[in-house]
Structure formats: structure tokens, C-alpha cells
């Protein structure tokens, strides 16, 4: 079975993964398992360009096969602000709660029908001999105008799910992790792991 190093710690993201990977010939290790503990620099302009880097990065310095991700939420009327920002977009330390609040005093002014937003997420696998993969996925919605729920992180308990009279925070983890950004980019990446797999056989 081949190891597949996953460039995070967060075990919901790493539960996810496993989920998805169960029927592929992987197993998933975390850098935790793996006894790394190093942070790259998310310095590019774009999810894509952060989740390659990270994944390139950490494939070079271990040899292993690496699955990155970046995501981000993307408000339409704010010019897809906060984007590769999402995680400090009220400062460099920002909690959950005071980039929330952020959107919404610049949203203050702003009509329903113009609260329009999308997560977005891109994921990395990258190969010891530089081969990869990226895959993107997006989840639309809105962004409400008073936080509701307690599930899930980040902008969750603003965000309305397009086709659903809820946040993504009123979700339960089963059920968002069928609609996310991240779970449609991960689906994404299984159907070409599943084509690559075919074709080598
Ligand atoms: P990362 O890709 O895990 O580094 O996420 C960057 C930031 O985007 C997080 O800190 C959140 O602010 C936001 N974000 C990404 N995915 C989600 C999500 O599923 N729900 C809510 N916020 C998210």
C-alpha cells in the first residue's frame, strides 16, 4: 500500500480524507504521524498557487506523495475579498468571531440579493518525481446577516448555503462534508486517482 502524506494536522480535514481514500489504495498519514512539524508560508496570490507550494514543499523534504489543501471564502461585492486572506482578514492573529464580524460591518449596508459569496477550495497531490494532480471544488451561497449555528469553523455560522434555508454551521459534519468545497475537490481528485490508477494497470 502507498503512504499518502497529508500536509495537515487538522483532523476533521484528515477524517475526510480517509473517508474518501478508503477505497483507493492509500494510507493517509498525517504530519503529526509522520513526526513533522513545519509550517510553509502561504504567500501566493491564489489557493492554487499556496496548495501546490505547500504540497511540492513537504513532498521535497520527506520524499513522500503529499495531498495539500488552500480554501477560502470569496464575497462577490467585496471583489472575491477576503480570498487567500479568509484566515486573517481582520489581522495577522484574528479569531473566527472578529473576521466574521469584519464581514459583516462591511456587508452592513449591503441587500440580500448583492450578499452573494462561494468557498473555494484546490488541492495538491504531489509525487516525489514532480508529477500532480490539482483539483478545485466551490460551494455557492450568501452571506447572512447574523451568525446562526454552532457546528463547523471559519466563516461557517455567516454562510447560507445556496438550495438550503441554513448556515453551514446549522449542518451536521455528515452533511456538509457532502456539499463543501473541499469534499467536491476531493471527489474531484479520486475520479482522476481512479483514471491514473486505470490507465497504469
Ligand atoms: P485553510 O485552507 O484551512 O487554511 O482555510 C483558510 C481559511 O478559510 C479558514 O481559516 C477559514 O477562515 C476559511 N475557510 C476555509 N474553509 C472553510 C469552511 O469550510 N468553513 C468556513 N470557513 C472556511
Known sequence: MKRLLIASNNEGKIMEIRGMFSL???????????????????????????????????????????????????????????????????????????????????????????????????????????FYLQTEGICPGRIGFIPAGSGGFGYDPLFILDGYQKTMAELTIEEKNKVSHRAMALKALFELLKAKAALNT
Open 24 to 130: 483507493l489504495d492509500y494510507e493517509i498519514v498525517s504530519m503529526k504521524d509522520a513526526g513533522l512539524d513545519f509550517t510553509i508560508v502561504e504567500d501566493q496570490p491564489d489557493f492554487s498557487g499556496n496548495s501546490f507550494k505547500k504540497a511540492r514543499e513537504i513532498s521535497k523534504y520527506t520524499g513522500e506523495i503529499v495531498l495539500a489543501d488552500d480554501s477560502g471564502l470569496e464575497v462577490e461585492v467585496l471583489g472575491n475579498k477576503p480570498g487567500v486572506f479568509s484566515s486573517r482578514f481582520a489581522g495577522e492573529y484574528a479569531s473566527d468571531e472578529e473576521n466574521n464580524n469584519k464581514l459583516l460591518s462591511l456587508l452592513k449596508d449591503v441587500p440580500i440579493e448583492k450578499r452573494k459569496a462561494q468557498f473555494r477550495c484546490v488541492i495538491t497531490m504531489y509525487w516525489p518525481n514532480d
